[in-house]
């Protein structure tokens, strides 16, 4: 996790290393991405999230894009 002062210092940061740019996350989306990815992680029921609640967690959080699309694997049957 990378923190920046601004979009143009994150720009900057990415063209001065040849990296394309990925999504900005604010601290307020972070925290609470955390607080719903491991609400549970102190339970036997302890697990990650699947595709679906994924999803579900990233549109709540106004997360949207290509970036925020679970891969979902194909079922063995």
Known sequence: MLLFRS??????????????????????QRWQLALAWYSN?????????GP????????RLDLRGPFWRPERKPSGR
């Open 41 to 49: 992680r102190l339970t036997e029921e302890s697990r990650r999230p």
């Open 52 to 59: 679906a609640e994924m999803e579900e967690i990233f549109e």
């Open 7 to 28: 979009e143009e210092h994150v720009n900057r940061w990415c063209r001065a290393r040849a990296l394309p740019r990925r999504p900005l996350v604010s601290l307020d």
